[in-house]
């Protein structure tokens, strides 16, 4: 890391986001020079911070691995280990990790228009020193959460529970939960993945949820891998993602489409595998599929561990806490040893730090999205920001493609800034992520940016659409104002 240096591309995050970037740039901008500033000790990112039991992707490998770094496993869903491995291969393979520096907070980024380059303020993690950086670039590739702590709602009387009460984002692996009363609160991925990973050796764990939430359950593996890796591994590998990818976008867009008919199927299934009164009481939730992010787990493993009474679920809404577990509203008593909140998610946009135009702060909720990637009036940045609908991947991987095409097209024209500006007849919306009814997201509504009434200003969440507009699409268009 070099203070008196002027980078070509300054990357936030060495998780699969900065990863996918730094890949990229190797590949297709090889006499590029760049850096990743990293906060934590290690990469990695969600892949390195999430220890608790069950750690595993929410989207198949397929399309969740790199697109120029193919998934080698058959695992249709990966355990948080594996990724983190696989990534560590991941920067092995292009070399990347000579590039990173680890322990580096990046606390804002200041665009010196008259340089057009960004002065970088990293705060040095172990000797707490201010570091000042330039770049002609910064792709913020620090994802889309708040690393320091999850959400942990207010619970009543919680300060009288005897046990451990922990967010997933805090589990350390030295918590002991064998033979030992879980309650798990909440509905979304991260409890369905954590019920039936800690039913193998607790007593028993109850997920206490307010609302249910759709589950979908896939096969472990690849059936057919081994078939197809007998023709060619690349041809494998390729084949499933390519298909992987259409039906997903296929599902997706028939599922809202007749939400109702998909509803029933969906409920049909589970009910092939719990009692029908049992999934409308728990497993029916009151909103149509891909309101909000459908939940995957692998082989029927949630719905096993309840056949196998170690696990259950109960709908109802906690009243408050107290010494020996949780009562409900119902009254009901809920024993518990340790209470796990999966409560989700805080979001935050690029790691928490500010954005400043020739020291003048810029309020991201009041800028627009430019293909869902750049923003309105701010020069040579780049955000990351996955599907909701899809892997996270897919859309990390075009972004850094666009990154690459944009530095190559400036470098060839003499170009030394761009910037995306709303034409003065767009029509902008608050609801960047319209579809969606998470709680998470409702709750950062107001972090935000806005987004148009037409391309490329629209957050399409289709990766169909934006594969072609960003691979083949004409980088130089009337949004994008350049500078020599």
């Known amino acids: 890391m070099d203070k008196d240096f002027v980078y070509d591309v300054l990357i936030i995050g060495a998780g699969i986001s900065g990863i996918s970037s730094a890949s990229h740039i190797e590949t297709f901008c090889p006499d590029s020079n760049y850096i990743i500033l990293e906060n934590r000790k290690d990469l990695g990112g969600t892949w390195d911070l999430f220890k608790y039991p069950g750690i ?9 691995g790199l697109k120029l770094f193919p998934w080698p496993g058959k695992k249709f869903l990966a355990d948080g280990p594996s990724i983190k491995n696989y990534l560590l291969k991941a920067v092995e393979h292009f070399n990347i990790k000579k590039n990173i520096s680890f322990n580096k907070n990046v606390t804002s980024i200041n665009w010196n228009d008259s340089e057009s380059l960004w002065y970088v303020s990293t705060n040095d993690n172990k000797t707490n020193e201010t570091i000042i950086l330039r770049s002609k670039f910064v792709h ?58 800690m039913a193998k050796d607790a007593k028993l764990v109850t997920m206490v949820q307010r609302s249910p939430t759709y589950v979908a359950s896939m096969d472990d593996e690849y059936k057919y891998l081994h078939h197809l890796s ?41 009910r092939e595998e719990l ?12 909103y149509y599929p891909w309101e909000q992010r459908l939940c995957i787990i692998p082989d029927n493993d949630l719905f096993n561990a309840i056949n196998e009474k170690k696990a259950a679920i109960v709908t109802d809404t906690i009243d408050e806490f107290y010494e020996g577990g949780v009562i ?37 909720s009041n800028s627009a999205t430019y293909k869902s990637m750049m923003h309105s009036d701010i020069p040579n940045f780049l955000n990351t920001f996955g599907y909701i609908n899809a892997s996270w991947t897919l859309k990390a991987d075009l972004t850094s493609k666009f990154l690459t095409r944009l530095i190559n097209y400036m470098k060839k024209n003499s170009y030394q ?56 699409g004409k980088i130089k268009d009337k949004n994008l104002l350049f500078k020599k």
């Not at 009692?275 to 009151?286: A, F």
């Not at 003065?424 to 579809?435: A, H, V």
């Open 140 to 197: 913020s590739c620090a994802g889309y959460y708040r690393y320091s702590s999850g959400y942990k709602p207010e619970f009543k009387s919680s300060h009288n529970f005897n046990g451990l009460f922990v967010h997933p984002q805090e589990w350390h692996e030295s918590i002991d939960y064998k033979n030992k009363n879980v309650v798990v609160i909440g509905s979304g991925a991260t409890a369905i993945t954590l019920v039936p990973a």
């Open 230 to 270: 007998k023709i060619s591994k690349k041809f494998a590998y390729w084949f499933i993602r390519f298909t992987n990818i259409i039906r997903q976008q296929w599902m997706y867009r028939q599922i809202r489409k007749w939400p109702e008919k998909s509803k029933e199927k969906i409920l049909d299934l589970i």
């Open 328 to 364: 409900l509203k119902s009254g009901k008593k809920i024993e518990a040893d340790i209470i796990i909140s999966a409560t989700g998610l805080v979001l935050e946009n690029f790691g928490g730090m500010e954005i400043l135009l020739d020291g003048v702060p810029v309020e991201i």
């Open 275 to 286: 009692p029908k009164e049992y999934v409308d009481k728990h497993l029916t939730p009151s």
């Open 417 to 472: 800034s761009c910037r995306p500006v709303i034409p003065e007849d767009m029509q902008l919306t608050d609801e960047w992520l319209s579809e969606f009814s998470s709680g998470y997201i409702q709750r950062a509504r107001n972090i935000f940016p806005k987004q148009g009434n037409k391309k490329p200003w629209i957050n399409t969440q289709n990766y169909i659409i934006d594969w072609f507009e960003i691979n083949h």
């Open 56 to 64: 595993r992707s929410d989207s198949d490998m397929h399309t969740m």
